[in-house]
């Protein structure tokens, strides 16, 4: 069966970074792409970005731009999201999703990420 | 970048009753590019309907999207105790892939 499983939460400092992992199974990973969303507390969802397992072209949303960057690692399956200069207000819920220009069919669990002086 | 408004904000239901949640784009999100998605309190969102009107595997046939263009809706017929979450949209025509704010769907 189709699963993708996140790494744990993370608590960060403002200025630092984080990267979240996200490693799929039960599916072919190089057939679909990897969707980011993140979901600040009780608040909607907000789409960052997508990146190929094909061949790793991304579409960041141009909130994101020169912050984020998804990479994937075709050996392990694996998708991750590092986020860059992190302030207060990334801190969210971050959700990978099987997808890219197509709906997230499957999503992680989700990572919660603070970021706290 | 096209903004999604979804209407009402809350849905006040009881079971057995249909809901009907509106989203709209402020431009044409090409075709039929529109997903709709469940998210309960604590977990991940749920892939309802994609291309606006295609249940994804294993959705119950209560739920149904229609719609077109600006103008989108999620029908959601003979509430079930379990259907009683938040409801959003999501455009996928052209980056970025926007979602609307939610409907949130309560029991009366």
């Known amino acids: 069966q189709v699963q993708l499983v996140q790494s744990g939460a993370e608590v960060k400092k403002p200025g630092t970074s984080v990267r979240v992992s996200c490693k799929t199974s039960?599916?072919?990973?190089?057939?679909?792409?990897v969707s980011w969303v993140r979901q600040a507390p009780g608040q909607g969802l907000e789409w960052m970005g997508w990146?190929?397992?094909?061949?790793?072209?991304?579409n960041y949303a141009q909130k994101f731009r020169g912050r984020v960057t998804m990479t994937t690692d075709t050996s392990t399956s694996t998708a991750y999201m590092e986020l860059r200069s992190l302030r207060s207000d990334d801190t969210a819920v971050y959700y990978c999703?099987?997808?890219?220009?197509?709906?997230?069919?499957?999503w992680g669990q989700g990572t919660l990420v603070t970021v706290s002086s | 970048e096209i903004v999604l408004t979804q209407s009402p904000g809350t849905l006040s239901l009881s079971p057995g009753e249909r809901a009907t949640l509106s989203c709209r784009a402020s431009?044409?999100?090409?075709?039929?590019?529109l997903a709709w998605y469940q998210q309960k309190p604590g977990q991940a969102p749920r892939l309802l309907i994609s291309?606006?009107?295609s249940r994804a595997t294993g959705i119950p046939d209560r739920f149904s999207g229609s719609g077109s263009g600006t103008d989108f809706t999620l029908t959601i017929n003979r509430l079930e105790p379990e259907d009683f979450a938040v409801y959003y949209c999501?455009?996928?025509?052209?980056?970025?892939?926007?979602f609307g704010p939610g409907t949130k769907v309560d029991i009366k």
């Open positions: 999703a099987r997808g890219g220009i197509v709906p997230g069919d499957y």
């Open positions: 039960g599916y072919t990973f190089t057939r679909h792409g």
């Open positions: 990146i190929s397992g094909y061949n790793g072209n991304t």
């Open positions: 431009q044409s999100v090409g075709s039929s590019y």
């Open positions: 291309d606006a009107s």
């Open positions: 999501q455009h996928y025509g052209s980056s970025p892939f926007t």
